[in-house]
Nanobody, 116 residues
Framework: QVQLVESGGGLVQAGGSLRLSCAASGSIFSINVMGWYRQPPGKQRELVATITRGGSTYYVDSVKGRFTISRDNAKNMVYLQMNSLKPEDTAVYYC??????????WGQGTQVTVSS
């Protein structure tokens, strides 16, 4: 099974930017939907954005216009460019995929902390 490793998180001031990366251990070419999720402190994991194999994207309302998801099938990478960060974006961020309604294995995630 494809394993996923997230990186690129850190501490940033409100209004700043970060670019998260997700490296897959195998090919993601055949995986239709890749996504970024996040788990804020004390809350459940939630969807942030998805991208299909063909490049169609979806964003939750709270990140529209600020975040951009992309994928490089040749490099087996998925990215999340986060601009205009807000304190409420503070969370552990994960990437994952859905196949037949089932998630892949969750990685360790990468911590994003936005200070006010």
């Amino acid at each position: 099974q494809v394993q996923l490793v997230e990186s690129g998180g850190g501490l940033v001031q409100a209004g700043g930017s970060l670019r998260l990366s997700c490296a897959a251990s195998g090919s993601i070419f055949s995986i239709n939907v890749m996504g970024w999720y996040r788990q804020p402190p004390g809350k459940q994991r939630e969807l942030v954005a998805t991208i299909t194999r063909g490049g169609s994207t979806y964003y939750v309302d709270s990140v529209k216009g600020r975040f951009t998801i992309s994928r490089d099938n040749a490099k087996n990478m998925v990215y999340l460019q986060m601009n205009s960060l807000k304190p409420e974006d503070t969370a552990v961020y994960y990437c994952n995929f859905l196949i037949n309604g089932n998630f892949g294995s969750w990685g360790q995630g990468t911590q994003v902390t936005v200070s006010s």
